[in-house]
């Protein structure tokens, strides 16, 4: 059975998500060549970055996958606030330090997660890209 996170490790996803975060909008950055809004990243500290919202205009410069990284990443950021992270958004229960480690943004434990893979297999018009990003293999390490 997988362990609630401990304050520690919260503060580590914080940083690792922060971070993520920081590359997203770095590349986002890149893209809108820091036009308009000033999206003004400059070593701004972290509790700033953490509840930045970047408006409707530059996401959609950013592709797909990286819009919905970030909303992730938004909320696994609220939940760690909130108290939250870490839990299985299906089921209660802890996701655990090594998925979450792994993909800091999962939502799922690892059995709601198979589980809701092959439901979407079964209904295979649906894109599995809209939950945990990468699909296939990311689970791979999770061998307990
Ligand atoms: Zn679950």
Sequence with gaps: MNKPLKKKELDQFKEILIE??????????????????????????????????????????IGKREETLLRKIDLALAKIEDGTFGEC????????APRLMARPVAQLCIDCKTEQENVERKFSSREPTDDDGDGAGEDSEESE
């Design 20 to 61: 993520e975060k920081r590359k997203i909008l770095r590349h986002l950055e890149d893209i809108t060549e820091s036009s308009e809004e000033g999206l003004s990243m400059g070593g701004g500290d972290s509790a700033d970055l953490a509840s930045l919202e970047i408006n409707q205009a530059s996401l959609q410069k």
């Design 89 to 96: 958004e299906n089921c209660g229960e802890p996701i655990g």
